[in-house]
């Protein structure tokens, strides 16, 4: 029987193939753990918006590449915390949540120009054409729906609206599916009738304040 050492180091990987593997693990870990101190640094006002909506953007969009390359290992994000032990709620949150908090909660809300209120209602009317022709999988819909969240959160009378709510919740529960998965039939329904009343509501903030 062979003698082993407590002094040698321990090698995870045979060949540069599964070396490679655990790189890649190790950048998705350090990713998500940045996130979290990120994401704490922000609640503390220990960083402004304008520095935290940038950087946050930049975590989410290298996690979602990283996801890419280590999906074959990586089922979950929440299966990959509970395997490493990873106990990052704040980075989990802006994760399945998919956009920074000062889109999901419309922190940095303003006087809305002219500009703004026509893209923001060519996105609504793109998004519900979208679920009117069919489009039903999360890499049809999703960045669709992420641009409408972002587009939104520039107004003020949209901020704490119903409608704002539910397109939040969507996002999450397309955020959280395979890229190729579909809404049903029900769910596409449902959606298309919760933009609708966002949609709505949108037009009644707007014309509320010119009043």
């Known amino acids: ?44 006002d220990s960083i402004t918006a304008t520095e935290y909506s940038p950087a946050c953007t930049r975590l989410l969009s290298q996690y979602k590449t990283m996801l890419k390359l280590v999906g074959d290992e990586v089922q979950s994000i929440e299966q990959f915390m509970t395997r490493y032990r990873m106990d990052n709620p704040a980075a989990l949150h802006r994760i399945q949540v998919g956009v920074p908090a000062t889109v999901e909660h419309s922190t940095e809300a303003g006087p809305e120009t002219a500009k703004q209120v026509a893209e923001a209602t060519q996105i609504f009317i793109t998004f519900m054409d979208a679920l009117r022709l069919n489009l039903r999988t999360k890499e049809e819909l999703h960045p669709l729906l992420r641009d409408l969240v972002t587009s939104c959160s520039k107004f003020k009378g949209h901020k704490d609206s119903e409608g704002r709510s539910r397109m939040v919740s969507w996002l999450i529960t397309l955020n959280g599916m395979q890229i190729s998965e579909r809404l049903s039939d029900e769910q596409s329904r449902q959606l298309l009738f919760d933009i609708e009343h966002a949609y709505n509501e949108f037009f009644q903030s707007l014309s509320t304040k010119s009043s």
Request: hydrophobic share 45%; proline share 0%; no cysteine.
């Open 1 to 44: 029987m062979a003698s082993i050492s407590i002094d040698e180091e321990v090698r995870l990987y045979t060949n540069n193939t599964e070396r490679e593997k655990y790189n890649l693990l190790a950048t998705l870990f350090g990713i998500i753990v940045a996130l979290e101190y990120l994401e704490r640094a922000y609640v503390r």
